[in-house]
């Protein structure tokens, strides 16, 4: 078990997520009778998509890092927590002992769950995801060096998931236009049943029949609405922000020791 576990890792090490990932998928789709053509497709939109979205990362990581480390040395902000976002946490879950198990363990189980019509949800179409249920498990591991107790974490994530992504499924094919589509993610649909309470809430007290979707914003607040606009000011605001001491000392940088630690 170790060997093989060693190897997957070797493998993700090797090739990253945008080979793995399709690779993964390619095979799923001709398991399920998907034809040659629509399944090397689908696996190519797949990798393609992962490495478009590591490139805009990794292009303006490096411009918008600085910005952000002027800002919180001259505003004094000082919080506690920080957000790392899905590439950290992805390396995490994909490097672990938990991680790896449940990358085939949970795989088998979507794969039996469906073809036990227990689910009508299909997991493995989004299998990228699976790192939201390997990551708990990775984390609960470090803490209990508990391996079972990490798989079932990692399983009973997994089981809930299912109930909220089938319970969202005509909502989500409904407002995207998607027929027999939802969302399987565990990390979008842990706030699901919240939403759901809280959409009824505001239902009673009439928000529903306040027009504040997106098309309505825009159509009131004209060119200020677009998303290139929207971007713009956010962007202004934190330009502003972080170079406001460099304006007042004549661009000259920060005091040494300012700058807060990465």
């Known amino acids: 078990m170790q060997t093989v576990l060693n190897t997957l890792s070797q493998v993700m090490d090797a090739f990253g997520a945008a080979i793995v990932v399709p690779f993964v998928l390619l095979i799923l789709n001709l398991i399920m009778r998907v034809p040659l053509k629509k399944a090397i497709q689908s696996a190519l939109h797949a990798g393609i998509g992962l490495t478009g979205f590591n490139l805009l990362i990794g292009a303006y990581t490096p411009i918008v890092t600085p910005v952000v480390q002027r800002m919180v040395a001259t505003t004094g902000v000082n919080l506690n927590i920080l957000d790392t976002g899905w590439q950290a946490t992805s390396i995490v879950a994909y490097s672990t002992q938990a991680g790896m198990i449940f990358l085939g363990l949970g795989l088998l189980l979507q794969v039996v769950l469906f073809l036990l019509k227990i689910t009508d949800v299909f997991f493995p179409s989004d299998l990228w995801n699976n790192y939201s249920y390997m990551l708990w498990g990775s984390m609960m591991y470090a803490v209990t060096r508990n391996m ?52 009824a809430l505001l239902n009673k007290l009439g928000a529903d029949k306040v027009k504040w979707d997106t098309q309505s914003l825009q159509n009131k607040l004209g060119a200020l609405g677009e998303p290139t606009s929207i971007g713009f000011i956010l962007g202004l605001l934190l330009g502003i922000a972080g170079n406001l001491t460099r304006w007042k000392g004549g661009g000259k940088p920060l005091p040494s020791g300012s700058q807060p630690p990465l």
Do not use: C, D, Q
């Open 148 to 199: 079972l107790l990490s798989i079932g974490l990692m399983v009973l994530i997994n089981l809930y998931t299912m109930i909220f992504s089938e319970a969202l499924s005509k909502r989500w094919s409904t407002y995207y236009g998607y027929p027999r589509a939802t969302i399987v993610a565990s990390h979008a649909l842990g706030t699901f049943p919240v939403a759901v309470g809280m959409n």
